[in-house]
Every structure is written in structure tokens, then in C-alpha cells.
């Protein structure tokens, strides 16, 4: 299965508006069908008031993404994927945050049927 970065805001809007959203207490997952079946595509939106550093965003990005890659196997195609963070972290320790985000976002996958 290929990963694929989403990029254009026009993607991004279409998605938010058109998709299904599940929410957990740090991320939301909002996903909608895709044309094509050989690819999963992936993106987040993490926003300054949440994640005020450039290296905090930086890193749940990485995390989210991560997650994704080395759940390739289990991924089912035809997605396209939103990742949104949802609560301030300013203050959470970057190991809890991390195994806490890649929790969630897999209850999330499964419920959504992102993942197997």
C-alpha cells in the first residue's frame, strides 16, 4: 500500500466538509472515500494555538505520519485521511504525548476502516 501526502487546501476542504469524523480527547481523524484503491492518503493540520512551536507541530506530525508507515501492512486503500489535533499539548511530555496519539489515532483508523 502507497502513502500519500495531502497538500492542496482544496483537498483538505473537501474532506472536512464531505468526510465522516471520529474524535478522541487529542486528535480527530476526518476521512472520505477516494478514487483511487492502490493508495491511502494522509494529512494533518496542527495550528499554532495548540502546538505553539514550530518543533512541537513539527514532531505530531512526525508521529502521525509515522504511525501510517509502519502500520502499512494493515492499511486498506481508497481513503483519504485527515489527522486534526484538537487540544493545547503545551505542557505534555513528548513520550506520553506520542504513545497517546498513535492510540488514539488507531482506535480511529479501525473504527473508521482506514485499517484492518
Not at 483538505?12 to 466538509?17: C, K, Q
Not at 499539548?89 to 488507531?106: F, H, P
Amino acid at each position: 500500500m502507497k502513502i500519500a501526502h495531502i497538500r492542496k487546501t482544496a483537498e483538505f476542504r473537501e474532506i472536512l466538509s464531505g468526510g465522516r469524523k471520529w474524535q478522541e480527547r487529542t486528535v480527530a481523524l476526518h476521512s472520505r472515500e477516494a478514487g483511487d484503491r492502490d493508495k491511502v492518503y494522509i494529512g494533518t493540520i496542527i495550528t499554532k494555538k495548540l502546538a505553539p512551536k514550530a518543533t512541537q507541530r513539527n514532531y505530531i506530525r512526525r508521529v502521525i505520519y509515522g504511525f501510517f508507515i509502519d502500520n502499512k501492512q494493515m492499511l486498506t486503500g481508497g481513503t483519504k485521511n485527515i489527522v486534526r489535533l484538537r487540544r493545547d499539548i503545551r505542557d505534555v511530555k513528548k513520550r506520553t504525548l506520542s504513545k497517546g496519539i498513535r492510540e488514539e489515532v488507531q482506535k480511529m483508523a479501525r473504527k473508521a476502516g482506514v485499517m484492518q
